[in-house]
């Protein structure tokens, strides 16, 4: 399976700011994307990111709020734009493989105050 | 829409216990079926998959097995260990016509397995 790495592990930022969190595979994947897990919560999906196209949002996920790039197949980026404390969560990203199934990164824990 | 549906939890079990965690769902077509593993403070990872009908998953002594019949992906374990302890995932795929691939979850079942 992909080894798949995520930047940074976790982070603590201010209402208002945005953070990019930054997500690398060691192999060339065609299908990336991102989750969200709230605390104590299951996964959400967010979006899958295309490469060479705009990403394609799940219902409650806007661009504006969630812009994701996809510039090769090894690596994407999710922003999270002008934070809330309700956007405290893990964020996770995954690639597509085999029969289906996906593989996380570690995820990114991020609390905003 | 397609759902996955876990018995609620925690389930808290005495090491070698026997573990049933139950999973159904509700899909369109003919989905794989996964149950994923996060321990604490880490991502998940993908404990074990079946992908056609009467397929049986197995990993680290944990099976499942797709009923078809029953919509159903029961996870089990023989003898639990404290190791074991973590929060799982029933998933399945989105093989529909739009063939995303996209996993849709359960809501998690968190295990505690006392010494």
């Known amino acids: 399976s992909a080894v798949i790495s995520q930047k940074p592990s976790r982070d603590i930022c201010q209402r208002g700011t945005s953070l990019t969190i930054q997500c690398q595979v060691d192999?060339?994947?065609?299908?990336m994307f991102w989750y969200r897990q709230q605390p104590g919560q299951s996964l959400t999906l967010i979006a899958t990111?295309?490469?060479?196209?705009?990403?394609?949002?799940e219902s409650g996920f806007v661009i504006d709020k969630f812009p994701i790039s996809r510039p090769n197949l090894t690596f994407s980026t999710l922003t999270v734009s002008n934070m809330s404390p309700e956007d405290s969560s893990i964020y996770l990203c995954?690639?597509?493989?085999?029969?289906?199934?996906?593989?996380f990164g570690p995820g990114t824990r991020l609390t905003v105050t | 829409g397609n759902s996955v549906t876990q018995m609620e939890g925690p389930v808290t079990l005495s090491e070698e216990a026997f573990l049933t965690i139950n999973c159904t769902y509700t899909?369109?077509?003919?989905?794989?079926l996964f149950w994923y593993v996060q321990y604490p403070g880490e991502g998940l990872q993908l404990l074990l998959k079946?992908?056609?009908?009467?397929d049986k998953g197995s990993n680290k002594g944990f099976e499942a097995t797709y009923r078809k019949e029953t919509t159903s992906f029961h996870l089990e374990k023989g003898s639990v260990q404290v190791s074991d302890s973590a929060v799982y995932f029933c998933?399945?795929?989105?093989?529909?016509?739009?063939?995303?691939?996209?996993?849709?979850f359960g809501q998690g079942t968190t295990l505690q397995v006392k010494p």
């Open positions: 995954s690639v597509g493989q085999g029969s289906y199934e996906q593989y």
């Open positions: 899909a369109t077509g003919y989905p794989s």
């Open positions: 990111a295309n490469q060479g196209s705009e990403a394609t949002y």
């Open positions: 998933a399945l795929s989105d093989r529909g016509s739009s063939n995303t691939g996209k996993l849709i």
């Open positions: 192999s060339q994947v065609t299908m």
């Open positions: 079946a992908t056609k009908a009467d």
